[in-house]
């Protein structure tokens, strides 16, 4: 028998053994025993390494003696070799990019300046930081309100290090918080800020406020502002080349719309092109190379599948997205950075992304039309919440557990692997001819057997020795509140 690679390495492994039989019993037979009286350790594993080659990169902790409360957001600043961590309840750090960097110091603790502060989410800085001292933060008060998602700007100290001056607080733009927020923060190569809003909802029911695909309000898109000039009634203007600018009741803000919780975006400064991660419902997650009045579905669609193809639509055609990961190998995109750093060769130019709950790292190439295929550079066991660059362009991967890392090449890259390719070698029979199961290996049934023509199954889990599976569950801002 063949060992066809599952998912992971085999530390766990299921099979099932069919046979075929017409005959149907008239009396339904007597319910099998549920559970074993005392388990015997399965000792006969010969499963070793993994049924995959190893990958061309693996990660290494940086900035080692640091860490952090659940990060979400990581910048470098403008001015100096100083990067900054936001961290959800709303205290920002600042630390010297450094290795043996050993402490960090406190940018503004939102949670004690602001009442009611609840999450923050972005942090940006103004293009003119070095005559301005200006930075933008997006935070959330109260949860599932009117108006309580902000985005405020903030003048910074001259000192060092510095820090953020609460009382400078201008509010810029408020709308409803709730479930997705978005609230990444980015200013384009045109001097604009760029927001990120996610739909308000929660995981369940998709799109409660049916607002994925109404321009009316400011959920569920890419605003663009200009922060340098006021209006009459607002501390922004909103530029007279945005797509909907002059349409009726339409929020002129909106640049983009149609996403469910766009998760961290960039610029590729050398292109000027806006990347996006959006992060999906029950099939599929998302990247985007977002376009000027570009609408990516939602609701109405999830990346290319139908979800509610009965709502009403937003006034520009649904466009595909750039690359999609479906369920079976991502769970909950987050969106990276192009890089243009110097010291991985061969990722230069390509946009490098991740996931949360998988931990993979991809990258792909865009050659100005198209995406490369995707290739997945390493899978990891990290929270993947962002990813940060430096003003050197070098890439930082990001764990929700508080550490920060980075890529390296992977020495073993191209070897060989032990993993054994067929059934007779993995210990799990006693003999493999007669089908006779080693000791330990647990026979089990389901509530529901598939139509199999006929076929009935046997099923089997093993794990080495006594060890367990086990549930590892974690609070992750880019579901929702």
Not at 115 to 141: K, Q, S, W
Not at 146 to 168: E, G, H, I, K, L
Not at 344 to 351: E, H, I, T, V, W
Request: proline fraction near 9%; charged fraction near 20%.
């Amino acid at each position: 028998m063949k060992l066809y690679p599952p998912f992971a390495i085999l530390l766990a492994f299921v099979f099932q053994i069919t046979t075929s039989s017409n005959a149907y019993s008239e009396d339904p037979a007597e319910p099998p025993a549920v559970g074993i009286a005392r388990r015997t350790p399965w000792t006969t594993s010969r499963i070793t390494g993994s049924p995959y080659p190893p990958p061309a990169y693996q990660i290494e902790q940086v900035f080692e003696k640091l860490k952090f409360d659940k990060p979400v957001e990581m910048i470098a600043a403008p001015a100096g070799d100083r990067l900054l961590v936001v961290e959800l309840d709303g205290k920002i750090f600042s630390f010297v990019n450094s290795a043996d960097v050993a402490t960090s110091d406190l940018f503004i603790d939102l949670a004690a300046e602001i009442e009611g502060m609840t999450r923050a989410y972005g942090l940006a800085f103004h293009p003119d930081f070095a005559v301005n001292r200006y930075c933008y933060i997006c935070y959330v008060t109260k949860p599932d309100a009117p108006d309580c998602t902000f985005v405020s700007r903030f003048q910074v100290t001259d000192t060092d290090p510095p820090r953020c001056d609460p009382s400078s607080e201008t509010v810029l733009l408020r709308w409803k918080s709730g479930g997705h927020n978005g609230g990444s923060l980015q200013f384009g190569p045109d001097g604009c800020l760029y927001i990120s809003t996610g739909d308000g909802s929660g995981p369940f029911p998709a799109d409660i406020h049916d607002s994925g695909q109404d321009i009316n309000d400011l959920l569920a898109s890419i605003l663009r502002i200009d922060v340098d000039h006021a209006s009459a009634d607002m501390p922004y203007s909103i530029p007279k080349d945005n797509p909907f600018v002059g349409l009726a009741d339409a929020r002129g803000e909106v640049w983009a719309y149609g996403m469910r919780n766009p998760w961290r975006m960039c610029f590729d400064r050398p292109t000027g092109d806006l990347w996006v991660g959006d992060v999906g419902w029950e099939m599929w997650e998302m990247i985007y190379r977002v376009e000027r009045g570009g609408n990516y579905g939602w609701s109405i669609t999830e990346g290319r599948q139908s979800v509610h193809p009965q709502r009403r639509r937003g006034p520009t055609p649904i466009l595909p997205p750039t690359v999609e990961h479906s369920h079976t190998e991502s769970r909950s995109i987050t969106g990276g950075y192009v890089y243009r750093g110097d010291r991985l060769p061969d990722l230069k130019g390509a946009y490098i992304y991740g996931d949360y709950v998988t931990g993979k790292i991809w990258s792909f190439h865009w050659d100005g039309q198209h995406a490369s295929q995707p290739q997945e550079l390493v899978d990891t066991p990290l929270a993947i919440i962002c990813f940060g660059v430096d003003n050197a362009g070098e890439l930082y991967v990001v764990d929700y557990a508080g550490t920060i890392h980075r890529l390296v090449p992977n020495p073993s890259a191209g070897a060989t692997s032990d993993f054994p390719t067929k059934l007779s070698d993995t210990g799990l029979f006693a003999s493999p001819a007669d089908h006779q199961t080693a000791p330990g290996v647990i026979p089990y049934s389901i509530n529901a057997e598939p139509w199999a023509d006929h076929a009935t199954a046997e099923r089997f889990v093993a794990l080495p020795g006594t060890s367990q599976l086990g549930v590892h569950t974690t609070n992750n801002p880019q579901i929702g509140d």
